[in-house]
Nanobody
Framework: QGQLVESGGGSVQAGGSLSLSCTASEFIYGSYCMAWFRQAPGKEREGVAWIAPRHTLTIYDDSVKGRFNISKDNTKRTVYLEMNSLKPEDTGMYYC????????????WGQGIQVTVSS
């Protein structure tokens, strides 16, 4: 089925910014919509932002609206997540995923990348 390779992340103080990128295999990028999920310690994985590669439609969880921006570069099969005004509660493992379009239903997962926001 191919793979998803994430990069970026790291540590930042509250109020700062970080960016994530995810490059998908041709199969995944051509088959699914793309999304970012996150999982904080002790909590369930949750959808953060979603994008349709072949359209301009994006969806955001209420907790990140106005602070995060998901975008794509179809020529590179890459999806980006720009995270601004970061809060300590944004801390967690962030996962790129290929999803069923219109749903937070992941069909393929990246390996995850850590984002840590300190107060």
């Amino acid at each position: 089925q191919g793979q998803l390779v994430e990069s970026g992340g790291g540590s930042v103080q509250a109020g700062g910014s970080l960016s994530l990128s995810c490059t998908a295999s041709e199969f995944i990028y051509g088959s699914y919509c793309m999304a970012w999920f996150r999982q904080a310690p002790g909590k369930e994985r949750e959808g953060v932002a979603w994008i349709a590669p072949r359209h301009t439609l994006t969806i955001y969880d209420d907790s990140v609206k106005g602070r995060f921006n998901i975008s794509k570069d179809n020529t590179k099969r890459t999806v980006y997540l720009e995270m601004n005004s970061l809060k300590p509660e944004d801390t967690g493992m962030y996962y790129c995923a290929g999803t069923r379009c219109g749903f937070w239903e992941a069909k393929a997962w990246g390996q995850g990348i850590q984002v840590t926001v300190s107060s």
